[in-house]
């Protein structure tokens, strides 16, 4: 093995955790390497302008209904330093999620602060959090400078200034890296890997695919109400020609959509056959021997599942009319109008979207995007969901097995999306960074690397992040930048998907896995020096979660994470 190549070594850590614990708008990149500020004007924290509520009256979020798909039944603040989460059914992956970004926790008084209209800005671009790195400043469509908390509880960042950008191409990304004026890329395109493991200057560190690639469609949209018409589209694509002609090493057809190294992803019958042959008798069955016209949806945004979506998307467009005579015409959407289209499953035509792991467990492929409450590809299926949400509560993989037996082997009956890949990816580093990280989660902690100076760690992805209001994004370059600012209960371990204690020394629960009981860290202060206590856990949760609530204000106001993974309640009917 190269000493400048970690992809082998790292993808055996990562499974082997697995088996111990059972997604802006594109810019052109800057020219210029941001600078540093001088060692001797250290970024002041942000003004509080608010006034700090000491903590007297415990909040507690009920929710006796408890109806499906809603997971919490209450989060109650017993004292200063102890939250209780009440579930409505067992949670075997409670820790997980608490480690995802869009649960940190923000202070009460800003979250109050923050509902004022002349505050949304702010709520979007400088959110307040306690982690290692705040927001210095945002050049929009240039760059995002981030500089170390002062007042970190735990070991300071390496580096002290930390400096997102970013670009849609990977052969810039590579040339930056090679210039040596970033420090660490995201995604080096497939023709790269070869490149950067032949320079000794550089470092590849590979992702496992713990994602999925899948082709959309919405069933209140004809001609795709027609399971038939589906079964076509699933049979009519050479998924094999994909992956051989657009992804890295390490990618593979997917023959389930969750991958198959998370435990029961891939139990019950693999994917359609490639058959273009039976897919037109579909089509002339369903009254279309002729094929007929749709729209191919997409944003031009690389991610871990895809590297080259254009090419990919271009390729699709030739087969539809190839094996199938279906002429379509490509649309190129805005990132966050893409994500707000396809999540509400308005998009009439087939659009091409992905999933990466947030945690190492099924729940987070299956009930994220088949629930029952998700309109992502129109009415859902119960013959998916109900086994799906049976299964969910069960710890024990092996139990759980049958259920998702059936949930695996519905989806493929329904066909509600086709998956196509699980993309192998990687992250590229200068050859000198300390801890060069290529998370599994894709939730870089760039406190733990360093550019070897001590001053600038210069970090380029794909894309702007959409915003820093990550309790209401899903764009993998927004949770990124969230990641160095906000902390939730738990967090995810340096190229790991094992969790630690973060701002919960430990939560512990009851034998049914239906009660944790989380004691927090205590002499922890936010960047602004509000005092953190259980009520901020509260106050947070009840934001995400509660639509009745002044705090639930967000971004797109989607909440897709807190509704899909958590269940949202007091959704006013309609």
Known sequence: M??????????????????????GTPATQTAAEPTSPPADTAVPA??????????????????PECVAPQLVSSVEAVDEFTVVFNLCQADPAF????????????????????????NQEARLSHPIGTGPYMVDDWARGESLTFAANPNYWGEAPLDSTLVFRWSA??????????????????????????????????????????????????????????VNIRKALAMGIDRQRIVDTFYPEGSVVASHFTP?????????????????EAARALLAEA?????????????????????????????VQAQLKENLNIDSEIVVMESGAFIEASTGGTLDGIYLLGWGADYPHITNFLDFHFGSANPQFGTPYPEIYEPMQQASSIGDPAEAEPLYIEANNAIKAMIPMVPVAHGGNATAYLADVTNPQASPVTEERFALSSAGTGGTFVWMQNAEPISLFCADESDGESLRGCTQIMEGMYAYRLNSTDIEPALAESCDPSEDLKSWTCHLRQGVTFHDGTPFDANDVVATYTMGLDASSPLHQGNTNQWEYYGYLWGLINVPPG
């Open 2 to 23: 190269k000493r400048h190549t970690l992809f082998n070594v790292l993808g055996v850590l990562v499974i082997a955790s697995l088996a111990l614990a059972a997604c």
């Open 95 to 118: 820790t997980s999620k608490m480690g995802f970004s869009p649960f940190a926790i923000y202070p009460q008084e800003w979250l109050e602060w923050a509902t004022q209209p002349e």
């Open 260 to 276: 198959c190294a998370i435990p029961n992803g891939c139990v019950g019958d693999d994917w359609y056959e490639f058959d273009p």
């Open 169 to 226: 191409e990977s052969a810039a990304r590579v040339l930056e890296l090679q210039a040596g004026t970033v420090n660490g890329i995201d995604n080096p395109g497939p023709d790269d890997f070869a490149v950067i493991n032949s320079d000794s200057n550089l470092t590849l560190v590979g992702r496992p695919a713990l994602n999925t690639m899948y082709l959309g469609v919405t069933n209140t949209f004809e001609p795709w109400d027609d």
């Open 46 to 63: 942000p003004e509080n302008p608010y006034a700090t509520v000491p903590f007297a009256e415990p909040l507690v979020l009920t929710n």
């Open 287 to 315: 009254g279309f021997p002729d094929g007929f016209s749709t729209t191919l949806y997409y944003r031009d945004v690389v991610r871990p599942y895809i590297a080259e979506v254009g090419r990919v998307m271009e390729d």
